[in-house]
T-cell receptor, first 114, second 113 residues
Framework: AQSVTQLGSHVSVSEGALVLLRCNYS??????LFWYVQYPNQGLQLLLK??????LVKGINGFEAEFKKSETSFHLTKPSAHMSDAAEYFC????????????FGAGTRLFVKA | DAGITQSPRHKVTETGTPVTLRCHQT?????MYWYRQDPGHGLRLIHY???????DKGEVSDGYSVSRSKTEDFLLTLESATSSQTSVYFC????????????FGSGTRLTVV
């Protein structure tokens, strides 16, 4: 069975600083990995996904994530935080042998200080 | 998202009453899911469907049932609502493969008093 762990339920950065949100996964088969963003009172929106092509994946709003198999990680980064990036971010994993299901992490809330 | 709508958006109900939440999609996607979101737990899968009349349980299915009689509609029913079912419920849809990612509805905030 697959699982996801997001390190840090809350992360605070200053505007213009690097954003780093950590995600580690567990899977016995090659995973598909996703990052979603949720703004207040809205549903989740797909930010980016890794599907076994390039290990560095670029998403919307300047975010990117790197798949590192040796570290079982899929950390989300953005070089320069903007106030509009304040939201909750979810890492998720699915596999071909995991049925039609995706498993989500507990989420990390990002705060951006002016 | 314009292709998926949930109704109602908010509901307050009393303990012991049945409640039905509706998810409607216009994308003709085969797969539909119901998740609940609670602080500290992320999203947990309640039930999912891989086609009309084809459904299966997720990790937190106790106290919930689902039905899918048409491709576009996926209903979630709380047979007898309890306070522990107070949550935000999200419907999601996906295309055929696990690597496509989900499109989520805007959620239903349910309060059981």
């Amino acid at each position: 069975a697959q699982s996801v762990t997001q390190l840090g339920s809350h992360v605070s950065v200053s505007e213009g600083a690097l954003v780093l949100l950590r995600c580690n996964y567990s899977s016995s088969v090659p995973p598909y990995l996703f990052w979603y963003v949720q703004y207040p009172n809205q549903g989740l929106q797909l930010l980016l996904k890794y599907t076994s092509a390039a290990t560095l994946v670029k998403g919307i709003n300047g975010f990117e994530a790197e798949f590192k198999k040796s570290e079982t990680s899929f950390h989300l980064t953005k070089p320069s935080a903007h106030m509009s990036d304040a939201a909750e971010y979810f890492c998720a994993v699915s596999t071909l042998t995991g049925g039609f299901k995706t498993i989500f992490g507990a989420g990390t809330r990002l705060f951006v200080k002016a | 998202d314009a292709g998926i709508t949930q109704s109602p958006r908010h509901k307050v109900t009393e303990t012991g009453t049945p409640v039905t939440l509706r998810c409607h999609q216009t994308e003709n996607h085969r797969y539909m899911y119901w998740y609940r979101q609670d602080p500290g737990h992320g999203l947990r899968l309640i039930h999912y469907s891989y086609g009309v009349k084809d459904t299966d349980k997720g990790e937190v299915s106790d106290g919930y049932s689902v039905s899918r009689s048409k491709t576009e509609d996926f209903l979630l029913t709380l047979e007898s609502a309890t306070s522990s079912q107070t949550s935000v419920y999200f419907c999601a849809i996906s295309e055929s493969r696990q690597d496509f990612g989900y499109t989520f509805g805007s959620g239903t905030r349910l309060t059981v008093v």
